[in-house]
């Protein structure tokens, strides 16, 4: 898997919402708990939505010290569509329709276009990405990515440090094994995904606050954190988004501010 390649399918499709009362969570001090509780109450507190707009989403990105803005809304109805569009200047630049089987895209730019599933990403880009995945991060819930989705997230290691629970696919002697230059590691990466997945929960909120995809082998990571909770329809959701790519050869970073919810 090229994490690069999923920092780009990222930046294309989330959507975070914004309100006006947007604010920074309080710093609590995680409890010691095990994966099932902790699971229970991130489901508790799962966004619920069926259909939803974002009108404004503004769009910094940085890709190697270039950097440029644009603009984005979406419109999507759970498990149905996902529908994104992009504009420049007041001018579209591209268009993509998500469905739970089908990727649709066109490019006003160069009057190109695209349809299929999500096999062509698999297998052009070698990336182990569909709808459900998109969806969750859309929503800002909890998921599990690739290989290890073969492991329900209740297998996870649980840890904590001073303001965040974390989730990791791995435990930590086994991820000794990818830090050794031997055979034992040649074996292990043989059988395993040597990527590496965490999930930062806010012990407040119990909500998704980073995830993080780490490649052992390729030395690349995304980090996708979401900030700002704010209040919208009665339920906690960030109204900003960081998509951030770090490869041996290149770097990447997304900012995206929303407004305009409905």
């Given at each position: 898997?090229?994490?690069?390649?999923?920092?780009?399918?990222?930046?294309?499709?989330?959507?975070?919402?914004?309100?006006?009362?947007a604010q920074q969570t309080a710093s609590v001090r995680p409890k010691p708990i095990g994966a099932g509780r902790l699971l229970r109450n991130v489901s508790e507190n799962a966004f619920v939505y069926r259909c939803f707009e974002v009108k404004r989403i503004n769009c910094t990105m940085d890709n190697n010290g270039a950097q440029t803005s644009f603009r984005a809304s979406?419109?999507?109805?759970?498990?149905?569509?996902?529908?994104?569009?992009?504009?420049?200047?007041?001018?579209?630049?591209?268009?993509?329709?998500?469905?739970?089987?089908?990727?649709?895209?066109?490019?006003?730019?160069?009057?190109?276009?695209?349809?299929?599933?999500?096999?062509?990403?698999?297998?052009?880009?070698?990336?182990?990405?569909?709808?459900?995945?998109?969806?969750?991060?859309?929503?800002?819930?909890?998921?599990?990515?690739?290989?290890?989705?073969?492991?329900?997230?209740?297998?996870?290691?649980?840890?904590?440090?001073?303001?965040?629970?974390?989730?990791?696919?791995?435990?930590?002697?086994?991820?000794?094994?990818?830090?050794?230059?031997?055979?034992?590691?040649?074996?292990?990466?043989?059988?395993?995904?040597?990527?590496?997945?965490?999930?930062?929960?806010?012990?407040?909120?119990?909500?998704?606050?980073?995830?993080?995809?780490?490649?052992?082998?390729?030395?690349?990571?995304?980090?996708?954190?979401?900030?700002?909770?704010?209040?919208?329809?009665?339920?906690?959701?960030?109204?900003?988004?960081?998509?951030?790519?770090?490869?041996?050869?290149?770097?990447?970073?997304?900012?995206?501010?929303?407004?305009?919810?409905?």
């Amino acid at each position: 898997m090229n994490i690069r390649y999923l920092y780009i399918i990222a930046t294309v499709f989330p959507l975070l919402f914004a309100c006006k009362t947007a604010q920074q969570t309080a710093s609590v001090r995680p409890k010691p708990i095990g994966a099932g509780r902790l699971l229970r109450n991130v489901s508790e507190n799962a966004f619920v939505y069926r259909c939803f707009e974002v009108k404004r989403i503004n769009c910094t990105m940085d890709n190697n010290g270039a950097q440029t803005s644009f603009r984005a809304s979406l419109r999507t109805e759970k498990d149905n569509y996902i529908l994104l569009s992009v504009n420049k200047l007041s001018l579209p630049v591209a268009k993509i329709l998500l469905t739970p089987d089908s990727v649709k895209m066109v490019n006003y730019v160069d009057k190109s276009w695209f349809a299929g599933t999500y096999a062509y990403f698999r297998r052009q880009l070698n990336i182990d990405v569909d709808f459900e995945m998109l969806q969750a991060i859309v929503s800002n819930n909890v998921f599990v990515y690739g290989e290890a989705g073969d492991r329900p997230l209740r297998d996870f290691d649980v840890n904590w440090d001073s303001t965040m629970y974390v989730l990791q696919s791995f435990k930590d002697r086994k991820l000794d094994r990818l830090d050794r230059s031997d055979e034992r590691r040649e074996r292990f990466l043989r059988r395993k995904d040597p990527i590496v997945q965490y999930l930062y929960i806010d012990p407040k909120l119990f909500k998704m606050r980073r995830f993080c995809l780490d490649d052992k082998v390729r030395h690349e990571m995304l980090n996708i954190s979401f900030d700002s909770f704010s209040t919208v329809n009665g339920q906690q959701y960030p109204s900003e988004m960081r998509v951030n790519y770090a490869g041996t050869s290149s770097q990447m970073l997304l900012t995206m501010k929303l407004a305009g919810f409905s």
